[in-house]
Nanobody, 127 residues
Framework: QVQLVESGGGTVQTGGSLRLSCAAS????????MGWFRQAPGKERGIVAA????????GYSEYVKGRFTISRDNAKNTLYLEMNSLKPEDTAVYYC????????????????????WGQGTQVTVSS
């Protein structure tokens, strides 16, 4: 099964940018559709963005559409989340997640659809 390790979190000011990475190991990365989720204190963990196994299909939460970009490099076994125009409400722990998925047309957006998770990386946006 796949193991996932996130990196790239930190503290930025409002309007700043960060790029998160998720390194995968232990299995063939392109067997998996991938997603980024986030969880703020006292709130449920929710989808941020998702991408199909070959990167051909992506989906975004309404809260980040137009500001965040999900991508993947299957040759490097790495998932990315480029975050621009950050707002204080983007403050959360960000998790990458994986699920077996061979369709090029589907992305998975529900937490229960992902059996494999990283440990999370903290993103803090100061006002």
């Amino acid at each position: 099964q796949v193991q996932l390790v996130e990196s790239g979190g930190g503290t930025v000011q409002t309007g700043g940018s960060l790029r998160l990475s998720c390194a995968a190991s232990g299995d063939t990365f392109n067997n998996y559709a991938m997603g980024w989720f986030r969880q703020a204190p006292g709130k449920e963990r929710g989808i941020v963005a998702a991408i199909s196994w070959n990167g051909g299909n992506t989906g975004y939460s309404e809260y980040v559409k137009g500001r965040f970009t999900i991508s993947r490099d299957n040759a490097k076994n790495t998932l990315y989340l480029e975050m621009n125009s950050l707002k204080p409400e983007d403050t959360a722990v960000y998790y990458c997640a994986a699920t077996i998925g061979y369709s090029t047309s589907l992305t998975y957006t529900e937490r229960h659809e992902y059996p494999y998770w990283g440990q999370g990386t903290q993103v803090t946006v100061s006002s």
